[in-house]
């Protein structure tokens, strides 16, 4: 009767729309007052939660993200890939979704990912004749490849949460997201085959080509340098983090000569606001955990679920549909720090594995960033787009669809996740 009381009241604060992070510390803090536990609990619970060496990659990374953004570097991308395959059927759409799965490599955030992407993408689609809902469907879609292609900040996250190696966190998100981007982009050239006012746009020329090349090169090959010295060993993701954002400011204001002063003082200030939110949530988490740890809810909850779900596949199954309901009114971090903790202690003896199941789980919550009423890239796309939310909404339900295919393939192909970190 505790647990369910004590969801109650979580679900209940969150939907009145109190921040989430003054949520869970403030229930968290309530139920060790209220279980006789002594107060000295919370203040150690952050200091152990927030005194962690993974964590100092996500104001990095942040910081990466934002260079990159002000530099123009996405802008940059999509001159690049359109210049190679915009002459394909559905060229313009395929270079979108390309250019979403590259700046998500350098970036790990969906929301700059969508917004880097989607400034360029929108006029230079709906110019060629491309339906505006899908348009606007496509790059709220393709912007949450930006937590799934590592870098990853809630794979970090996750990995923080259960202790798992980070390293394999991002390896293991590499295949689900080759397959998410084919998937898109198989779905955007029939699409655009069959779009009536679809205009083919003309073959660039060598020259052109080259030369959007040479602007590309280096924002390329920093993704390149991330993913290779995290697969390699050379550095920890914290250390890659802190690369990237130096590499970055050479990059922007260096090599591109695209970053301002102005531009660099408001990427920090970004960043800054970005990392206090996130951490202080992940604080309020922690308190949180460990309140329903004293109270034994992992506990209850793995026990039910061994009670009740002998099958792994069965216990899949309800958490798929539980993060889908819930993606219609908590954000993704939200949810992973609230729904992890309670569910990773019955992995185990389920014979599931944890980096299987963070992928698992990413991908799920990539579904709350586009389903409304709070999915974050729908609102990042309606004030680009200036449009109108049910017309965005509209537009992102296919993506739905082919990202949870990608759930069903990850879970009947194990080792689209698993094969790189642990067998390649």
Excluded at 167 to 173: M, P, Q
Excluded at 239 to 255: C, K, N, Q, R, S
Excluded at 271 to 299: C, D, E, H, W
Aim: proline share 5%; glycine share 10%; net charge neutral.
């Amino acid at each position: 009767m505790s647990t369910l009381l004590i969801l109650l009241a979580l679900f209940a604060l969150l939907v009145a729309g109190v921040p989430v992070a003054f949520v869970l510390g403030g229930l968290g803090l309530l139920l060790l007052v209220l279980g006789g536990f002594s107060e000295l609990m919370v203040p150690q619970a952050l200091l152990g939660g927030l005194d962690n060496f993974i964590l100092l990659s996500v104001p990095l990374f942040l910081l990466m993200s934002n260079i990159l953004l002000k530099g123009g570097v996405g802008r940059d991308l999509f001159t690049a890939v359109q210049a190679w395959v915009g002459h394909w059927p559905g060229g313009l759409a395929v270079a979108t979704i390309l250019s979403c799965g590259l700046f998500a490599a350098i970036s790990g955030s969906s929301v700059a990912t969508a917004a880097t992407i989607a400034t360029v993408a929108i006029p230079e689609m709906e110019a060629r004749g491309y339906p505006r809902r899908f348009v606007l469907g496509l790059l709220a879609a393709g912007g949450t490849l930006g937590i799934l292609i590592p870098p990853s900040i809630p794979l970090i996250v996750y990995g923080f949460i259960t202790e798992e190696s980070v390293i394999k966190l991002f390896l293991a998100g590499i295949g689900p997201g080759i397959v998410l981007v084919g998937l898109f982009i198989v779905f955007a050239m029939v699409y655009s085959h069959w779009s009536p006012d679809y205009q083919r746009a003309g073959k660039a020329s060598w020259a052109e080509r080259w030369a959007a090349s040479r602007r590309a090169l280096p924002s390329v090959a920093l993704a390149a340098l991330i993913v290779w010295g995290i697969y390699w060993g050379v550095f920890t993701p914290t250390e890659a983090a802190a690369v990237g954002f130096a590499a970055a400011v050479l990059i922007t204001a260096v090599w591109l000569r695209s970053l301002s002063w102005a531009d660099f003082k408001a990427a920090v200030v970004q960043s800054m606001t970005t990392s206090v939110t996130i951490l202080m949530i992940v604080a309020g988490a922690k308190i949180f955990g460990k309140a329903i740890t004293l109270y034994r809810i992992p506990q209850d909850v793995s026990l039910f679920i061994a009670q009740n779900f002998s099958e792994a596949w069965i216990f899949i199954l309800v958490v798929s549909l539980l993060l889908v309901v819930m993606g219609f009114f908590l954000e993704a971090l939200s949810m992973m720090l609230i729904m992890v903790p309670v569910l990773a202690p019955s992995l185990v003896s389920l014979g599931i594995d944890p980096i299987w199941f963070g992928i698992f789980f990413v991908i799920l919550i990539e579904v709350a960033l586009i389903t409304p009423p709070v999915g974050l890239n729908l609102y990042i796309i309606q004030a680009i787009g200036k449009a109108p939310m049910g017309e965005v909404a509209a537009g992102v339900w296919p993506f739905l669809v082919l990202m949870l295919l990608t759930v069903l393939l990850c879970y009947l192909i194990p080792d689209l996740v698993l094969y790189i970190p642990f067998k390649l």
